[in-house]
């Protein structure tokens, strides 16, 4: 389920939670509503194996019972994995997410059509990389090198890929043919929050640097600089790569010492 808004998301389980006789705590005052919230909302388009909720709740049974009820009660493609019982004191998942990781594929034809191998092992092996990050109201520069912990990419046949095969309007034509599948860890915190179509376009740049004649690197890059032509004081933006272009599965979110959210909780 990849195509839901977190606004959604949150009525969904404040659903689910009454249907499987939750007992969760309420707010106070004219307009109570359960407490709970999530650690970081899941862009729309995007898949994930790893979300978390921290409910409060005024009673409880076992994880097992209450895992069970919940999935008894909800929808196709939602499926609650584990619930631990979290400390008095701990800080909420929301401010506890330091990074993420994430699985990155791209759809049957719109593959890349640059060696996206090399650029993996170029910006690897490469001790800086600065991009402009939009925020809100402007661009920055930052150091992406700063804000990416892991990154690797193998061959894998399409088929394995798309098991269930692929989305509707795709084709695959042969299912043999290896596609790239793309493991990375990226920054997630609220101030650099880093995501994997910013990395993936940093890659396809740095390619496109390494296959330069020395005539075209001889001239000033101004990739990266801001365009200043306009008067905007903002990089042009470029349409790569489209929210269409890639599958993105978030498969864990963790804290600063790279320990899964699920991890600061215990066993009930």
């Given at each position: 389920m990849r195509y839901i808004g977190h606004l959604d998301t949150m009525r969904f389980f404040q659903r689910l939670i009454r249907r499987s006789n939750i007992d969760a705590a309420y707010s106070e005052g004219f307009s109570p509503h359960q407490i709970l919230s999530f650690a970081q909302p899941?862009?729309?388009?995007?898949?994930?194996?790893?979300?978390?909720?921290?409910?409060?709740?005024?009673?409880?049974?076992?994880?097992?019972?209450?895992?069970?009820?919940?999935?008894?009660?909800?929808?196709?493609?939602?499926?609650?994995?584990?619930?631990?019982?979290?400390?008095?004191?701990?800080?909420?998942?929301?401010?506890?997410?330091?990074?993420?990781?994430?699985?990155?594929?791209?759809?049957?034809?719109?593959?890349?059509d640059w060696d996206i191998m090399a650029a993996v092992e170029l910006f690897n092996g490469t001790e800086s990389v600065k991009v402009m990050k939009k925020s809100k109201?402007?661009?920055?520069?930052?150091?992406?090198?700063?804000?990416?912990?892991?990154?690797s990419v193998k061959m894998v046949p399409a088929g394995e890929v798309f098991p269930e095969g692929?989305?509707?309007?795709?084709?695959?034509?042969?299912?043999?043919k290896e596609v790239p599948v793309l493991d990375m860890v990226l920054s997630a915190s609220s101030g650099d929050n880093v995501k994997p179509g910013l990395?993936?376009?940093?890659?396809?740049?740095?390619?496109?640097?390494?296959?330069?004649?020395?005539?075209?690197?001889?001239?000033?890059?101004?990739?990266?600089?801001?365009?200043?032509?306009?008067?905007?004081?903002?990089?042009?933006?470029?349409?790569?790569?489209?929210?269409t272009d890639l599958m993105i599965t978030r498969e864990e979110l963790f804290d600063s010492n790279m320990k899964p959210l699920i991890d600061a909780g215990m066993r009930f």
């Open positions: 899941l862009g729309v388009g995007v898949e994930s194996n790893a979300e978390y909720m921290d409910l409060e709740v005024k009673s409880l049974t076992t994880a097992e019972d209450m895992t069970e009820r919940m999935n008894r009660e909800t929808a196709e493609g939602i499926e609650i994995l584990d619930m631990t019982l979290l400390p008095e004191k701990c800080a909420k998942a929301m401010a506890s997410v330091y990074a993420a990781g994430y699985t990155v594929v791209f759809r049957p034809g719109h593959e890349p109201k402007s661009y920055r520069e930052v150091e992406l090198k700063e804000l990416v912990y892991s990154l692929p989305l509707s309007g795709d084709v695959i034509d042969d299912e043999k990395l993936i376009k940093a890659l396809r740049t740095l390619d496109s640097k390494k296959h330069r004649t020395d005539s075209e690197a001889s001239a000033p890059d101004t990739s990266s600089e801001p365009d200043t032509a306009s008067g905007s004081g903002v990089p042009e933006e470029e349409e790569y790569p489209s929210k």
